[in-house]
């Protein structure tokens, strides 16, 4: 089976702080993601990365950078935490489309509050 | 621009069968895929429809009409651990990221 894990489930920050979210996925996938998902919004695309070094952004980028340095692993970082980043943080991974299946796998998110 | 209409909310009984829409304004994509998410869980894969027609698996049902710019998941013999959010998503051709719609909370009454 597919796991992907993430840092921390739970996450309280301050403004203004640097924030770093981790991302380890076990199946050599070579695409990531990382979304957040606030109600009534679905999920939306922060940043993606297909290769390693490789990066692309997203929907909404502003406020995040990433960094992937080996394949398994995709930070998020937050360089100066804001409140208005509260939300869950979503990690998937994937293979390129492949004929007959088109699969995320999501980790368990990180509810990341920014007081 | 890409965008994906789902209905905010369904409500059922146990039992029932209820058909959440995906609406789709994009041009040019691979397939439609299905999502499931319980509160406080992680969004896991549930179908893929290439072409257009019906896909089915098990008590999900999955349909496609490129030419209707739609498409449907059908739940069956409805439980209460159907209860959870449902998304639709497209990946736009030339691209491995999926646009995902904005879900469906299904709430399954006894």
């Known amino acids: 089976d597919v796991k992907v894990t993430q840092s921390s489930r739970y996450l309280v920050k301050r403004t203004g702080e640097k924030v770093f979210l981790e991302c380890v996925q076990d199946m050599d996938h070579e695409n990531m993601f990382w979304y957040r998902q606030d109600p009534g919004l679905g999920l939306r695309l922060i940043y993606f990365s297909y290769d390693v070094k490789m990066k692309e952004k997203g929907d909404i980028p502003e406020g995040y950078s990433v960094s992937r340095e080996k394949k398994e692993r995709f930070s998020l970082i937050l360089e100066s935490a804001s409140t208005n980043q509260t939300s869950m943080y979503l990690c998937?991974?994937?293979?390129?489309?492949?004929?007959?299946?088109?699969?995320?796998?999501f980790g368990p998110g990180t509810r990341l509050t920014v007081l | 621009g890409q965008s994906l209409e789902q209905p905010s909310e369904v409500t059922a009984v146990e039992g029932a069968i209820v058909q959440i829409n995906c609406t789709y304004q994009?041009?040019?994509?691979?397939?439609l895929s299905w999502y499931q998410q319980h509160d406080g869980g992680a969004p896991t894969f549930l179908s893929y429809?290439?072409?257009?027609g019906l896909e089915e698996t098990g008590r999900f049902s999955s349909f496609l009409s490129r030419s209707d710019s739609y498409g449907y998941l059908l739940l069956q013999e409805l439980q209460m651990k159907d209860s959870a959010s449902y998304f639709c998503a497209v990946r736009a051709y030339n691209t491995d990221k999926l646009i995902f719609g904005t879900g469906t909370r299904l709430q399954v009454f006894p």
């Open positions: 429809n290439a072409l257009d």
């Open positions: 998937a991974s994937s293979t390129p489309l492949v004929a007959g299946t088109d699969t995320q796998y």
């Open positions: 994009t041009s040019g994509f691979y397939g």
